[in-house]
């Protein structure tokens, strides 16, 4: 059974305006990139995955939904994948903002950065219509963890649970999904996005620290990838 979370103003749009309208403020000022949301750590494991599940010279388009500051894509551009094949997605437009200026600083402005809501819009193709409108890879890193802390909506439906049928959508055949979680168990993150009716299948794990606590262990987050069939 998942467990669903009481609504908190993470899960509020006007709560990341306000804090990445600040972190542009000071970016401006003073070069700060911003916080890297679960660590640089978790990066860079990420991008580990990455290298191995999805390689650059496979040349990918990639879509990382609640892309923050945008650190996700640079850090793929960095290391070796194209960033025309990549886009960056976020609800929030100082979040775009900041994400297009730290691309920029970093020497990647054909990276894109696009704002939109992955819940209640289309979400964006790649540029180029060999992928028919599809992507190979889907990034998650908490953007899952913020919007179930949205609460429900008019219908009485929880707000998360329209995300796992979007995953399933936007993946093409044989493209994979890989969520970073703090706020749920590898087994729920099982749960939630191997239900069959989405087409999507376990594909590997992340390795976090683990730590033991009252005779549990557990990982202070997990990361959970799907291939789609």
Known sequence: MVTELNPTKLGKREYWDDVYSTEVENFETNG????????EETVEKMLEWTLENCPADTKPYVLDIG???????VTLAENGYDPSRLIGLDYSEPSVKLARAVANGRGHPSIRYVVSDFINQTAPAPVES???????LLLDKGTYD????SGKSDDGKTIV?????KIAEALKSGGLFLITSCNFTEEELKEV???PELGLT????IQHPTYTFGGSSGSICSSVAFKKN
């Not at 700060?32 to 660590?39: C, L, S």
């Not at 376990?202 to 794990?205: F, W």
């Open 32 to 39: 700060d990139e911003g916080e890297v949301w679960f660590g």
């Open 67 to 73: 892309t923050g500051n945008g650190i996700m894509t």
């Open 130 to 136: 060999e992928s028919g409108g599809k992507w190979d």
């Open 146 to 149: 913020a919007i179930a802390l």
């Open 161 to 165: 649970s329209r995300y796992p049928p």
């Open 193 to 195: 996005f191997g239900a």
């Open 202 to 205: 376990y594909h590997s794990r």
